[in-house]
């Protein structure tokens, strides 16, 4: 999958851009809730998570990302290439 394609998806679901980095996104209510997004020539690569704790993974590797949200948080559902699939949940406060 391509970072572009994962950046709309995001930002379709409500994720901005962070103040402080460009390649951050962030939610507005869950804003330790991050998304990084890596380009250069070496790997296209996302790291989703919190700052303490977070996944990294190659955007090649991502066959499907979509969000979903509601009153009470926001779950991203990753699914790979190899057919599993990641769900991360962050609630709101």
């Not at 999958?1 to 402080?20: P, R």
């Not at 998304?35 to 919190?50: A, T």
Request: proline content about 3%; hydrophobic content about 40%.
């Amino acid at each position: 999958m391509e970072l572009n394609d994962i950046v709309e998806t995001l930002k379709a679901n409500g994720f901005v851009e962070s103040e402080k980095s460009k390649r951050r996104l962030v939610h507005p209510e869950a804003r330790d809730f991050i998304v990084e997004l890596y380009y250069n020539e070496e790997y296209d690569e996302i790291q989703i998570g919190d700052f303490r704790n977070y996944a990294a993974l190659p955007a090649p590797a991502i066959s499907s990302f979509t969000t979903e949200s509601d009153d009470y948080g926001l779950r991203v559902n990753i699914a790979l290439a190899d057919d599993s699939v990641i769900s991360l949940f962050c609630s709101f406060e």
